[in-house]
T-cell receptor, first 112, second 114 residues
Framework: GDSVTQMEGPVTLSEEAFLTINCTYTATGYPSLFWYVQYPGEGLQLLLKATKADDKGSNKGFEATYRKETTSFHLEKGSVQVSDSAVYFC???????????FGKGNQVVVIP | KAGVTQTPRYLIKTRGQQVTLSCSPI?????VSWYQQTPGQGLQFLFE???????NKGNFPGRFSGRQFSNSRSEMNVSTLELGDSALYLCASSLVQGEPATQYFGPGTRLLVL
């Protein structure tokens, strides 16, 4: 079935460091890809999305490019802040279907 | 515009009981989906309702059920609760079905089964 794989383990980094979170997917067909963020005690918020190959989603300094050849959608931010500390989820869905398949999520901790 | 609201925010139940959770989508949104979030299994899709009809269903036992009303509000019910049902239950709404719709999530209902 369709699935999303995120790199294992939490990510701890210093303020202003470069952040990368890897995401790869397995799917039949061409899904839309999403990054969601969950702050402590809250629901999920859409961070960015891309609907076709080579699309780049961006928001709040975060970017991710839909790479069909490597079935990847890695999240990057050039200079993180303490306020970026949260759990980040990669997800996919298909046109005409609101069912999201999520990765396991990555806890990001930014240290001042 | 008000966001997705879920009630109650916290619930404690005992094994064997049943529970009903409620979700009010963003005004104008007709699609409502439910997800279960646990530390072990992560986020798993339960079901989706669109215009009062269940359009998609995840791989959960029949103890998990839902419905949607004409005003798009949705409820999910879990009968004969088990300890493993302890989780954060998230509801998400979206404007339409048919496009790669952005789903807006509520804050969730945290259910603890003792």
């Amino acid at each position: 079935g369709d699935s999303v794989t995120q790199m294992e383990g939490p990510v701890t980094l210093s303020e202003e460091a470069f952040l990368t979170i890897n995401c790869t997917y397995t799917a039949t067909g061409y899904p839309s890809l999403f990054w969601y963020v969950q702050y402590p005690g809250e629901g999920l918020q859409l961070l960015l999305k891309a609907t076709k190959a080579d699309d780049k989603g961006s928001n709040k300094g975060f970017e991710a490019t839909y790479r069909k050849e490597t079935t990847s959608f890695h999240l990057e931010k050039g200079s993180v802040q303490v306020s970026d500390s949260a759990v980040y989820f990669c997800a996919l869905s298909f046109y005409g279907n609101n069912r999201l398949a999520f990765g396991k999520g990555n806890q990001v901790v930014v240290i001042p | 515009k008000a966001g997705v609201t879920q009630t109650p925010r916290y619930l404690i139940k005992t094994r064997g009981q049943q529970v009903t959770l409620s979700c009010s989508p963003i005004s104008g949104h007709r699609s409502v989906s439910w997800y279960q979030q646990t530390p072990g299994q992560g986020l798993q899709f339960l079901f989706e309702y669109f215009s009062e009809t269940q359009r998609n269903k995840g791989n959960f036992p029949g103890r998990f059920s839902g419905r949607q009303f004409s005003n798009s509000r949705s409820e999910m019910n879990v009968s004969t609760l088990e300890l493993g049902d302890s989780a954060l239950y998230l509801c998400a709404s979206s404007l339409v079905q048919g496009e790669p719709a952005t789903q807006y999530f509520g804050p969730g209902t945290r259910l603890l089964v003792l």
